[in-house]
């Protein structure tokens, strides 16, 4: 089983919101990413976790909180976005490090629209 | 961090082979290729991935050159639903053994009856 899941799989939210996109995975995986992707462009890392501690942030605009509250769960707060922050937003586990040939598997994505 | 280079758009007719190839001569020797596709708004698909030698799984086979400078991609009977952008990504290397995967704009490829 290489599924992992993502909630919701649309969200619109006005610039003064506050949401939360939440993605998990039950393979024993113990690194975990977010992706961004905007249309017709190719995913861009935003973060990754690995043993539930944020190792890589790419500079990423603070308005976007990453948490991993265990090793199956990784959730994305949203508070105060722009309408250019709409994308469609991936998330993606692996083993993690260690592994030679880490192999990263997606979930289908939360399709956010910033009003 | 390895590049890769791939072709914007390729056609290929329903039944036959699709042969996708991608370039990425800056590639260092312990770097794996990694292949992905994704089908319109979904997320992507691993398909497949390779060191040296060249590999075959139930999705697809991977041709690496023995200079490992260029790879190419074989679904052996492309169908309607092979239809998306395929990714071939060198992964970038984020700590001393963890890995991103770094996507480049990839091919997009349409299976036609």
């Known amino acids: 089983d290489t599924e992992v899941t993502q909630t919701p799989k649309h969200l619109v939210m006005g610039m003064t919101n506050k949401k939360s996109l939440k993605c998990e995975q039950h393979?024993?995986?113990?690194?975990m990413y977010w992706y961004k992707q905007k249309a017709k462009k190719p995913p861009e890392l935003m973060f990754v976790?690995?043993?539930?501690?944020?190792?890589i942030n790419e500079s990423v605009p603070s308005r976007f909180s990453p948490e991993c509250p265990n090793s199956s769960l990784l959730n994305l707060h949203l508070h105060a976005l722009q309408p250019e922050d709409s994308a469609l937003y991936l998330c993606?586990?692996?083993?993690?490090?260690?592994?030679?040939?880490?192999?990263?598997?997606f979930g289908p994505g939360t399709r956010l629209t910033v009003l | 961090d390895a590049k890769t280079t791939q072709p914007p758009s390729m056609d290929c007719a329903e039944g036959r082979a699709a042969n996708l190839p991608c370039n990425h001569s800056t590639i260092s020797g312990n770097e794996y290729v990694y292949w992905y596709r994704q089908i319109h708004s979904q997320g992507p698909q691993y398909i497949i991935h390779g060191l040296k030698n060249n590999e075959t799984n139930e999705m697809a086979s991977l041709i690496i050159t023995e200079d490992r400078k260029s790879s190419t991609l074989i679904l052996p009977h492309a169908t309607l639903r092979d239809t998306a952008v395929y990714y071939c990504?060198?992964?970038?290397?984020?700590?001393?053994?963890?890995?991103?995967?770094?996507f480049g704009k990839g091919t997009s490829l349409l299976v036609t009856p």
């Open positions: 993606a586990s692996s083993q993690g490090e260690g592994v030679i040939a880490d192999t990263q598997y």
């Open positions: 393979m024993g995986h113990r690194a």
């Open positions: 990504i060198v992964r970038a290397r984020y700590s001393n053994s963890g890995y991103a995967l770094n």
């Open positions: 976790y690995s043993y539930e501690k944020l190792s």
